[in-house]
């Protein structure tokens, strides 16, 4: 499987995730930490990439996405944005509902 596919393989199979250098708990970056720090925020999992493990990933993902930097959030397949993005949602009370609704969309029925 080439970079490429296994870019879309990712967005697809994860509803909520977050490109980013380092992990949620370990960053590596303090633009991945925010993110990081904004999306746990909203009490909702979510998966992670972490890009300095993955350096097809690093060199491919800003071409395929048309953002050139990371970290970057990809909620249902599409491009949200990066770090100040996603603390301007978050501060403006956008964020928190997207995650939620998503999760709830991707939940097991038994889970309610």
Same mark, same amino acid.
């Given at each position: %499987? ?23 708990? %370990? ?12 999306? %746990? ?47 301007? %949602? ?23």
């Amino acid at each position: %499987m080439d970079t490429l596919d296994r870019i879309k393989q990712q967005i697809e199979e994860n509803p909520i995730l977050l490109y980013m250098k380092g992990s949620p708990k %370990m960053p590596n970056c303090g633009f991945s930490a925010q993110a990081a720090q904004a999306l %746990m925020s909203c009490g909702e999992a979510f998966a992670y990439v972490d890009i300095l493990q993955n350096p097809d990933i690093r060199a491919e993902l800003p071409k395929y996405a048309d953002w050139p930097t990371f970290p970057q959030l990809w909620v249902e397949g599409e491009l949200i944005g990066g770090c100040d993005i996603i603390l301007e %949602m978050f501060q403006q009370g956008e964020l928190q509902p997207l995650i939620k609704e998503t999760a709830a969309k991707t939940k097991p029925a038994d889970d309610e």
